[in-house]
Each structure stands twice: as structure tokens, then as C-alpha cells.
Nanobody, 124 residues
């Protein structure tokens, strides 16, 4: 199983980035997907999740209204559109896959497979 995240980079505060995560080695449409981020010295935190079909999405209050998660099951890819980025959004962003059928998976232990991460730096 491989999850390959890309799309990170350096952006000014208020700017946008779109992350992608290409998945192989599993039946993509059978997995819920999530994005997490981890800043230096901090715990990994949940930022977005999407159900197997893509019909349901969920976000913590910290990013709600600014981040948008989507998926293309034909391309085995999940996306994270990040708008109005803030300096506190500087972190390594990880995509993750969960075989659990439960909706609203926000914990690290809810996910079975992880990508290698992509760095996002937001300058003030």
C-alpha cells in the first residue's frame, strides 16, 4: 500500500494551496480518507475527512470554511484545497486511509495507512 502526498510548498498568509494524495495497493473506494497535519513540537492533528463515496465530509472548527477535502475514486486520489492559509498552518501534512465504516474518523488510531507527508509553510 502506498499513499503519495504532494502539492506542498511556501505560500504567503491568505494564499491557497491544493494538496493531492495518490493511493495504490488497496481498493480506494472502500476506504475513508483523511488529512492530518503536524507542526514541529506538536501532536499530529486532524484537519479533514471524507467518506468512502465522497458524499460526506467533516472538519474541525480550526479549518472549517477554509479547507475543502474531495476525492476522485476513478483516479484513486484524495485532495485538500486550502484557502486563506494562516501562519499557524505551517506543518507537514499527511494523508491517511481508514478501512472503518464509521463516519467522522478524527483520531490517529482510526487510520490504517499513512502517506509520507508534504511540507506546507505559510509566511506572515
Amino acid at each position: 500500500v502506498q499513499l503519495q502526498a504532494c502539492g506542498g510548498g511556501l505560500v504567503q498568509a491568505g494564499g491557497s494551496l491544493r494538496l493531492s494524495c495518490a493511493v495504490s495497493g488497496l481498493t480506494f473506494s472502500s476506504y475513508g480518507m483523511g488529512w492530518f497535519r503536524q507542526a514541529p513540537g506538536k501532536e499530529r492533528e486532524f484537519v479533514a475527512g471524507i467518506s468512502r463515496s465522497g458524499g460526506n465530509t467533516y472538519y474541525p472548527d480550526s479549518v472549517k470554511g477554509r479547507f475543502l477535502i474531495s476525492r476522485d475514486n476513478a483516479k484513486n486520489t484524495v485532495y485538500l484545497q486550502m484557502n486563506s492559509l494562516k501562519p499557524e498552518g505551517t506543518a507537514t501534512y499527511y494523508c491517511a486511509a481508514s478501512r472503518r465504516a464509521t463516519f467522522g474518523l478524527v483520531g490517529i488510531d482510526d487510520y490504517d495507512y499513512w502517506g509520507q507527508g508534504t511540507q506546507v509553510t505559510v509566511s506572515s
